[in-house]
């Protein structure tokens, strides 16, 4: 039997109701758009350009109750490289094969 190496990639993803208040509780969260729909528009692009060059996207959403527990657990600060971490491990542990 041929294993087939799936090619996909995390993207931290946030919900419009969790924007701004995430947007305050990451340490980088300054050099976030202002606003939801300017985030939107530029992650969106990103997801798009990624689909469009073959690899599976996945939105890994962040969860303003729980991620904080997740970066502590994990030796993470509340930042860029702690959300793209969450998005890795996320498609990993979901297209993990036994």
Not at 8 to 36: N, Q, S, V
Not at 83 to 94: I, L, S, T
């Amino acid at each position: 039997m041929t294993e087939y190496q799936v090619r996909a990639t995390g993207i931290a993803w946030y919900r419009r109701e969790d924007y701004a208040r995430l947007k305050k509780m990451f340490k980088d969260g300054r050099k976030l758009p202002d606003t939801f729909d300017k985030w939107l528009k530029d992650a969106q692009g990103i997801y798009d350009k990624l689909q469009s060059e073959g690899a599976i996207v996945e939105k890994a959403y962040i969860d303003p109750e729980t991620f904080p527990e997740w970066c502590k657990k994990n030796g993470h600060q509340l930042d860029a490289a702690a959300r793209m971490e969450y998005a890795n491990r996320y498609v990993a542990e979901k297209y993990q094969t036994h």
